[in-house]
Each structure stands twice: as structure tokens, then as C-alpha cells.
């Protein structure tokens, strides 16, 4: 089962309120719903997209000025989503998928502005 953090830490994470595919069922956990939260560092505009029972997280970046896209990173089986910073000036994350062979970490900075390092390390 996916590891992901409450709906409350992201919600301070991204400092925004989500939209939720299933806004039908209040009683929905937000562990099973589809939520998206979109945001900016000034710099760069996010799409954040969390399926958490799933394991599933999207996040596109654009460039604020210019609209041009920087990065989309579409994962399907993360095990792990951890918030390593969460602060006014600083906020990132780490990622973590495990296959049969191989971890892969994917940290990524949000704000000041964005970075993503992906490191992978064969487990056998």
C-alpha cells in the first residue's frame, strides 16, 4: 500500500486548495479520490495530480512568463511520498518507486524554484 501524507501537509505543501474528481461522495477518504492542485513559485506554475491508493502522482511544470512547458513527470507506482521541506521559502519533496530490480528517488523543489534529480539504484 502507498505511503502518502494527510491531506492536511498537502494542502500546507502547496498552500492551495485541490479540486477532487469525486466531488459526488463527502464521505470519500481523501486517500481514494483524485485530487489536482495547482499553484506558482513566482517563477514556475505546477499541476500537482495525486491518486494516492492508486500510488499514482503527476506533476507538470510550465515556465510563468512564457507558458513553455519544463517538466512533466507522470509515475504510476510510487510506494513512497515523503515532504522533506515545507516552509515559506522551501518546499520539496521525495518520491520514491521500487521495482523489481531497481529504487528510484525523484527529489524535487518547488519552491524557490524548480528542480527535479532522479537517481535510480539496482537492488539486486
Not at 14 to 22: A, G, M, Y
Request: aromatic fraction near 12%; charge should be negative.
Amino acid at each position: 500500500m502507498p505511503k502518502f501524507p494527510e491531506e492536511n501537509d498537502f494542502l500546507s505543501l502547496f498552500e492551495c486548495e485541490p479540486t477532487l474528481l469525486d466531488t459526488t461522495s463527502k464521505d470519500l477518504p481523501f486517500y481514494y479520490n483524485e485530487t489536482k492542485y495547482r499553484f506558482s513559485n513566482g517563477e514556475e506554475d505546477f499541476i500537482v495530480k495525486l491518486s494516492p491508493s492508486y500510488g499514482e502522482v503527476k506533476i507538470q511544470v510550465t515556465q510563468r512568463i512564457s507558458n513553455r512547458l519544463i517538466s512533466i513527470l507522470d509515475l504510476k507506482r510510487v510506494k513512497k511520498f515523503e515532504i522533506t521541506a515545507d516552509k515559506k521559502e522551501c518546499a520539496s519533496i521525495l518520491l520514491t518507486v521500487i521495482n523489481e530490480d531497481s529504487q528510484q528517488s525523484i527529489e524535487i523543489d518547488f519552491k524557490p524554484y524548480f528542480k527535479q534529480i532522479f537517481k535510480e539504484k539496482l537492488t539486486q
